[in-house]
């Protein structure tokens, strides 16, 4: 099967949804015409090249707070304003922080799962959310060094084949 497979990185996409997941309208404002020029643009290109596969760089925020933002639910908006009804949101470990990584895929076509890699508890080879013992100064002294943004690892399966397609998105 023919597959196309791509990465975006959309600059400050979560400028594009409000707190509550919804998607923002615009007025007529400088900075409304901007954002609304940029999901213009955004749309263009998706549509253009109509990825059966798509990591998401800098997708919006997930929040753990109270009225909790979900990464999930903004992008699943933005596909049903794109009309967009066989595809489906994944995330894996959230950051602390914003902008999350996220992939977007057709569910005629694949599964997806996060695959996460490593082993818990290793301090050589951890999952990505874990910290990575390692001497980087020669000193004898092993730093801990954490993700802020761990990758995110899928496996995909197509499914008329049942083959599987391993990603990491960074």
Not at 42 to 60: S, Y
Not at 99 to 111: G, H, P, R, W
Not at 115 to 138: I, M, Q, V
Not at 160 to 168: D, F, H, Q, V
Request: with cysteine; aromatic share 12%.
């Amino acid at each position: 099967m023919k597959t196309k497979i791509c990465a975006y990185n959309i600059k400050w996409f979560e400028y594009q949804f409000n707190a509550d997941n919804s998607l923002k309208t615009f007025g007529s404002s400088k900075k409304d015409k901007s954002l609304q020029a940029q999901r213009d643009g955004i749309i263009t290109a998706l549509n253009a090249v109509k990825p059966d596969n798509l990591g998401i760089v800098e997708a919006p925020n997930t929040t753990s707070t109270v009225g909790a933002q979900s990464t999930i639910e903004k992008l699943n908006n933005f596909l049903a304003l794109m009309g967009w009804v066989n595809y489906e949101v994944m995330t894996g470990y959230m950051s602390p922080g914003r902008q999350e990584l996220a992939v977007i895929y057709d569910t005629t076509k694949f599964s997806a799962k996060h695959s996460k890699g490593g082993l818990s508890g290793s301090k050589k080879n951890p999952p990505f959310d874990e910290g990575l013992y390692f001497d980087t100064d020669d000193d004898a002294i092993k730093e801990v060094y954490e993700f802020y943004r761990p990758p995110l690892e899928v496996e995909f399966t197509e499914l008329a084949s049942g083959e599987k397609l391993n990603l990491n998105l960074k």
